[in-house]
Every structure is written in C-alpha cells, then in structure tokens.
C-alpha cells in the first residue's frame, strides 16, 4: 500500500481542525449559493394568470383550474408542482409581468411527507363574458393590457370596459340598458365568439 502524500496529510490535518467541508444540514440551516435555482414561487401582486408560464414549462409541472360561480365569484388557480419541476427557469424567463410573476426562489429543502402538498397554489379573479358567461382572462391581465396598451385601449370595449370597472367610473345599469341582443351587445364585456357573433348579426 503506497504511503499518503504530504498533501495529503495536510489535508487530513485541516479536516481534523476544521472539521467537515459539507454542509451541517439537517442539523443546521443550509444556506445556498445566491445564483442556485430552487422552488419557483408566484408574486400575488404581479402574478396576473396569464398562463405563459404553463405554456413554456417543458415537464407540465404549473397548471390551472378555473372555478366559474358567478360574475363576481370566479377564479383561476394556479398551481405549481414542486414534485415535478426540473427548477429550469422557464417560467421566469416567460413571465409577461417583467418576469416578476413567478421567479425562482432559493428554497433548498423541499422535502414532504405527502406527495399531493408538493404544490403551490395562488387565486386570480377571473373576468367572464357578460353573453354567454364563460371565461375571457383573469381581471388582472385585462388590466395589464390595458396599461400596456394605453390609449390604443378605446379601440376593444371588452378591454375599455373592463378599465373603467376596475377604476370604478361605470354605471352597473348599462347592461339593463343592453338586454336586446344584437349589435347594441357588442358594448359589453364579450369573449371573441360572442364579439364575433355581434359583428355578423343583423339585428
């Protein structure tokens, strides 16, 4: 058997002083390198349920359900499954929020007892059709385009109506006023098959 070499031996010796160079995790907190990728995590304030981020993730680990009550009782999920996340980015990269909407966290330990708690859900309200009550967008991505956008806005009332709701400069009773459906239906909060169906009637 060869003899160790004097690096070697120094080596062993700082060992000895110093003790281990790994971690001490569990038995103290591990504190990552501040460029390490761990859990994405959704902002609540700029998170507006886009859905960019699922489109983009390549192992289909975000995902979203939308539960459709009423007009002012109807929200989207978004749910994001750290048991099947690769940590890659993508989602962040995508993010239409200046990519503030969802971002990568330095989360280390990720460990469960139950697999279905490996997730992260967040709540955005949705906007639905006031003909046909299904979902356009949530509020918050309406609102997004509307600033981002600017004046061009005036040019869609489903996005200029959906503003003034939101900065609250609008009569409620002008959907009373509405009722009749044909083209006076195109000034309302429409998705693009009712919008569509206001174009070509010729009521």
């Known amino acids: 058997m060869k003899l160790p070499k004097i690096r070697e031996l120094i080596e062993a010796i700082k060992a000895l002083v110093k003790g281990?160079?790994?971690?001490?995790?569990?038995?103290?907190?591990?504190i990552p390198h501040r460029n390490f990728r761990g859990q994405p995590?959704?902002?609540?304030?700029?998170?507006?349920?886009?859905?960019?981020?699922q489109e983009v993730c390549p192992v289909e680990a975000i995902d979203h359900a939308d539960t459709v009550k009423g007009p002012d009782d109807s929200?989207?999920?978004?749910?994001?499954?750290?048991?099947?996340?690769?940590?890659?980015?993508?989602c962040e990269a995508a993010c239409i929020a200046d990519?503030?909407?969802?971002?990568?966290?330095?989360?280390?330990?990720?460990?469960?007892f139950d697999r279905k708690t490996a997730q992260e859900t967040i709540d955005r309200e949705l906007q639905l059709c006031e003909q046909c009550g299904e979902p356009i967008a949530c509020?918050?991505?309406?609102?997004?385009?509307?600033?981002?956008?600017?004046e061009l806005t005036y040019s869609s009332p489903t996005l200029y109506y959906s503003r003034l709701k939101n900065l609250g400069i609008i009569d409620d009773n002008i959907i009373s006023a509405l009722n009749n459906k044909g083209r006076s239906d195109r000034f309302k909060i429409l998705c693009a098959r009712c919008r569509r169906a206001t174009t070509l009637t010729t009521e």
Request: charged share 25%.
């Open 20 to 30: 281990p160079y790994t971690s001490r995790f569990p038995h103290e907190p591990h």
């Open 41 to 53: 995590k959704f902002n609540p304030d700029k998170c507006v349920g886009c859905l960019a981020c």
């Open 75 to 90: 929200v989207r999920t978004m749910i994001h499954y750290t048991d099947t996340c690769i940590f890659c980015g993508q």
């Open 99 to 112: 990519h503030e909407g969802i971002k990568l966290s330095r989360d280390w330990e990720l460990s469960f």
């Open 139 to 150: 509020k918050a991505h309406l609102r997004w385009i509307a600033e981002k956008i600017s």
